[in-house]
């Protein structure tokens, strides 16, 4: 459904789904103009699995919910949103996220995504948040305060390639614990300047991975290849490819920032 344009949901029956794993998975990905998906009739309240639900829509603008969109069982959001590109706004705020485990690039590639309120997340089970806003080039700032990070065990480039993000609350954020996994987790955000840590010594932790003092956090890597690669970023954003004949396969990868998965 690369080039669908219009469908109307709202006579579904979704009370008794209890999977939705790449629901709409590439869908809305070749039109000229970003549409709206209106989900506002869906019952979700026994869907335990929304992992890739809407990746890769590529002209996908708004997507409306509605307190029946119940996420309460949902256990994998991984790559729910993922090049979800002309995303600019998103209201979750109906979202129970108190069971998910997974959120591994939840957002990953957002590219228009310039600000996200994410307050009424609870991340208390959560253990992968791998990649959750890699490459959100236009986020200036994130409010974090919100997330409880005890559990999480994966934070690898979590926040890698927000070129443009500036400030950054990871007051609640817990790191020091044996096992957990934060690299790459800041580079490439060459303008983060205002960082807020709690007081449990992660501000230590990042400043021995990074080596750079409290303030601007620029990544060990030289400097000038970082904006440089961010340069060649920019000027191939939009020439991003899509291979997929199947939902498992590996699609919508950046042509110069990357990861191994």
């Known amino acids: 459904c690369y080039a669908l344009e219009n469908i109307d949901l709202s006579s579904f029956n979704t009370k008794n789904v209890t999977n939705m794993e790449g629901m709409f998975f590439s869908c809305f990905s070749f039109l000229l ?40 069982n949902v256990k994998s959001m991984s790559k729910m949103f993922k090049n979800c590109q002309k995303l600019v706004n998103l209201n979750l705020s109906s979202f129970d996220t108190s069971n998910v485990i997974n959120m591994e690039s939840m957002f990953e590639h957002c590219d228009s995504l310039m600000s996200i309120d994410l307050s009424c997340f609870n991340t208390k089970k959560v253990v992968n948040m791998m990649a959750m ?83 601007k956090l620029k990544p060990k890597s030289n400097v000038e290849k970082a904006d440089k690669s961010f340069q060649d970023y920019e000027e191939n954003s939009k020439k991003l490819s899509y291979f997929s004949s199947t939902i498992g396969a590996e699609v919508c990868k950046s042509q110069n920032i990357s990861y191994n998965r």
């Open 133 to 215: 806003f890699f490459c959100c080039g236009k986020l200036i700032s994130l409010d974090l305060s919100s997330f409880d990070t005890t559990n999480v065990i994966d934070m690898r480039y979590m926040f890698q390639g927000c070129m443009n993000l500036v400030s950054l609350n990871l007051s609640s954020f817990n790191t020091t614990k044996r096992g957990k996994k934060i690299e790459g987790i800041f580079d490439y955000c060459n303008k983060l300047d205002n960082v807020i840590f709690n007081n449990n010594g992660e501000s230590s932790l990042i400043k021995k991975y990074y080596g750079n003092k409290y303030g």
């Open 33 to 72: 103009n970003p549409i709206t998906l209106n989900l506002s009739s869906f019952d979700t309240r026994k869907v335990r699995n929304m992992k890739n639900m809407f990746r890769c829509c590529k002209t996908l603008g708004n997507i409306i919910f509605s307190p029946s969109f119940n996420t309460i």
